[in-house]
């Protein structure tokens, strides 16, 4: 009898250490629904257009957030000819696609080809901003290792930020020392069993501090995505200065109680063109209170006033208030996207646009040129981030050069000529690489020559228009390339 008590004892404490509390079974399925996430990439090549580097391979982390879509960063599945995503502990890899993607705030949605692979998941709930100092947890695959990650921290700082992965668009993020790590990217920052953010990168420079995405920036993308098509984050389009200084307000005969961000400058084509001006002064947004150095309330701590056009959609309307001429003016604005957004940000998933004529070929600048081996000249840093400043009204909607010279005997003695920029075709002023196309396409029968001048260059590039039409197909034949021009911003997708 007593040998029975005992037996029956011991299976009780089996039981109940079998049993999960309900913390550790909120864990579990958070961790049942963390995904590795392996990208085989491939981009471009900015110094030969026309080919693609070696393929290489990438790994980040992504986490189930509806029934069947899987949420990550951009930067984990960008460039990508094919991407396997892993469950928690298991080998079988499941094709998957990208089905949308925000390069500007660095997400991307998933979706698994396998429905077999969606058994018995649960996604994860979004939560709300996290309070200062409270506890969060990361959860990823970081290099180095195959199995599930999970590292502890505390929230120090949310603020705005400049995302690593668009190289100049900045949005709200939030900091934490729990560890993220090459990998992480992609997985869900969790507190109280909810997904608070996306793990991510953000400053490269920085060791032992963390960063994440946050809800609002989460939600604000799926929004976008219902109608399936993805517009952007709006931007306001102003430059302002602070009014720290009281003597500064009281001269723009500001009341003694009021602050606000004065307007240096108001972007062309932007949301705020036509309705803001410079040497406005932003008092109020949504009937928030701008203070001096243009920050408003934000939960426990005060962020830029931009935060309230990217919580908002594009063709959304925005109310302002601004002091002007000694007296308030309430406004209102539709968001649009920044202008000039696609070329100053880092490109990916898109061939560079390029055309070959007579051996030169010509590129439209954009930051991954720029930003390739030997290319940040003064000239083109000018071109890229300061004409629009100094010269708003002279910038084209591309700025064209010749990036290098195929050799032939059609354009001899240019055979190191390297970035030159094209202000004119002929005399004629060319605002696209289609333009120049479309002109080089369209020269008149007697056409002898095609001069290309440049004002940062005193010496004009002269060629022969026939021989240059004529020893096309033989040029692009000697150095392998399939196509003499790609116009379309073609995608660079890969098949699976």
């Given at each position: 009898?007593?040998?029975?008590?005992?037996?029956?004892?011991?299976?009780?404490?089996?039981?109940?250490?079998?049993?999960?509390?309900?913390?550790?079974?909120?864990?579990?399925?958070?961790?049942?629904?963390?995904?590795?996430?392996?990208?085989?990439?491939?981009?471009?090549?900015?110094?030969?257009?026309?080919?693609?580097?070696?393929?290489?391979?990438?790994?980040?982390?992504?986490?189930?957030?509806?029934?069947?879509?899987?949420?990550?960063?951009?930067?984990?599945?960008?460039?990508?000819?094919?991407?396997?995503?892993?469950?928690?502990?298991?080998?079988?890899?499941?094709?998957?696609?990208?089905?949308?993607?925000?390069?500007?705030?660095?997400?991307?949605?998933?979706?698994?080809?396998?429905?077999?692979?969606?058994?018995?998941?649960?996604?994860?709930?979004?939560?709300?901003?996290?309070?200062?100092?409270?506890?969060?947890?990361?959860?990823?695959?970081?290099?180095?290792?195959?199995?599930?990650?999970?590292?502890?921290?505390?929230?120090?700082?949310?603020?705005?930020?400049?995302?690593?992965?668009?190289?100049?668009?900045?949005?709200?993020?939030?900091?934490?020392?729990?560890?993220?790590?090459?990998?992480?990217?992609?997985?869900?920052?969790?507190?109280?069993?909810?997904?608070?953010?996306?793990?991510?990168?953000?400053?490269?420079?920085?060791?032992?501090?963390?960063?994440?995405?946050?809800?609002?920036?989460?939600?604000?993308?799926?929004?976008?995505?219902?109608?399936?098509?993805?517009?952007?984050?709006?931007?306001?389009?102003?430059?302002?200065?602070?009014?720290?200084?009281?003597?500064?307000?009281?001269?723009?005969?500001?009341?003694?109680?009021?602050?606000?961000?004065?307007?240096?400058?108001?972007?062309?084509?932007?949301?705020?063109?036509?309705?803001?001006?410079?040497?406005?002064?932003?008092?109020?947004?949504?009937?928030?209170?701008?203070?001096?150095?243009?920050?408003?309330?934000?939960?426990?701590?005060?962020?830029?006033?931009?935060?309230?056009?990217?919580?908002?959609?594009?063709?959304?309307?925005?109310?302002?208030?601004?002091?002007?001429?000694?007296?308030?003016?309430?406004?209102?604005?539709?968001?649009?996207?920044?202008?000039?957004?696609?070329?100053?940000?880092?490109?990916?998933?898109?061939?560079?646009?390029?055309?070959?004529?007579?051996?030169?070929?010509?590129?439209?600048?954009?930051?991954?040129?720029?930003?390739?081996?030997?290319?940040?000249?003064?000239?083109?840093?000018?071109?890229?981030?300061?004409?629009?400043?100094?010269?708003?009204?002279?910038?084209?909607?591309?700025?064209?050069?010749?990036?290098?010279?195929?050799?032939?005997?059609?354009?001899?003695?240019?055979?190191?000529?390297?970035?030159?920029?094209?202000?004119?075709?002929?005399?004629?002023?060319?605002?696209?690489?289609?333009?120049?196309?479309?002109?080089?396409?369209?020269?008149?029968?007697?056409?002898?020559?095609?001069?290309?001048?440049?004002?940062?260059?005193?010496?004009?590039?002269?060629?022969?228009?026939?021989?240059?039409?004529?020893q096309q197909q033989t040029v692009l034949?000697?150095?392998?390339?399939?196509?003499?021009?790609?116009l379309s911003g073609m995608q660079n997708?890969?098949?699976?």
């Amino acid at each position: 009898m007593l040998h029975f008590k005992v037996k029956f004892i011991f299976l009780l404490i089996c039981l109940w250490t079998v049993a999960l509390s309900p913390a550790q079974a909120t864990v579990n399925r958070i961790e049942q629904s963390v995904f590795r996430i392996t990208n085989f990439q491939q981009s471009p090549d900015w110094q030969s257009p026309w080919k693609l580097k070696p393929t290489g391979r990438g790994q980040g982390s992504g986490f189930l957030i509806k029934d069947d879509l899987i949420l990550t960063n951009a930067h984990v599945v960008s460039d990508s000819r094919m991407l396997l995503v892993n469950k928690i502990s298991s080998p079988e890899p499941f094709l998957a696609d990208v089905v949308a993607i925000a390069h500007d705030s660095d997400l991307a949605l998933l979706k698994v080809r396998d429905s077999k692979f969606y058994l018995n998941l649960i996604p994860l709930k979004l939560g709300g901003i996290p309070e200062l100092r409270s506890r969060v947890r990361a959860y990823g695959y970081p290099m180095g290792g195959q199995e599930l990650s999970r590292t502890e921290g505390v929230v120090s700082r949310i603020e705005f930020g400049t995302y690593v992965h668009p190289g100049i668009d900045s949005h709200l993020l939030v900091q934490t020392d729990s560890a993220i790590n090459p990998g992480n990217s992609g997985g869900p920052i969790t507190q109280s069993g909810k997904a608070i953010g996306v793990a991510f990168q953000s400053n490269l420079r920085l060791n032992d501090v963390g960063y994440f995405i946050p809800v609002p920036l989460i939600t604000r993308f799926l929004n976008d995505m219902k109608d399936g098509k993805y517009d952007g984050v709006p931007e306001i389009g102003v430059e302002t200065s602070s009014l720290i200084n009281r003597h500064y307000r009281r001269y723009l005969g500001l009341p003694e109680n009021t602050a606000g961000i004065l307007v240096d400058r108001v972007v062309p084509r932007s949301s705020a063109e036509g309705v803001i001006l410079s040497g406005d002064v932003l008092t109020k947004i949504e009937d928030m209170q701008i203070d001096a150095a243009g920050m408003v309330n934000y939960g426990e701590q005060q962020v830029t006033f931009f935060i309230e056009a990217e919580n908002r959609q594009i063709g959304d309307l925005l109310k302002i208030q601004v002091w002007r001429n000694g007296k308030f003016h309430d406004l209102s604005l539709t968001l649009k996207a920044a202008p000039f957004g696609a070329e100053m940000r880092n490109s990916y998933d898109e061939l560079p646009e390029y055309l070959i004529f007579g051996g030169l070929v010509f590129i439209a600048l954009n930051r991954n040129y720029i930003h390739s081996p030997g290319n940040l000249t003064p000239a083109l840093a000018y071109e890229h981030w300061y004409r629009e400043l100094e010269r708003p009204r002279t910038r084209k909607d591309q700025a064209v050069l010749i990036s290098r010279v195929l050799p032939s005997s059609v354009n001899s003695g240019y055979t190191n000529l390297h970035n030159f920029i094209v202000s004119t075709v002929n005399g004629k002023s060319i605002n696209t690489l289609s333009d120049l196309d479309k002109m080089l396409k369209n020269m008149p029968q007697d056409t002898r020559h095609v001069v290309f001048e440049s004002e940062w260059q005193n010496i004009p590039i002269v060629l022969d228009y026939k021989k240059s039409l004529e020893q096309q197909q033989t040029v692009l034949k000697r150095y392998g390339i399939l196509a003499g021009s790609n116009l379309s911003g073609m995608q660079n997708k890969g098949t699976q």
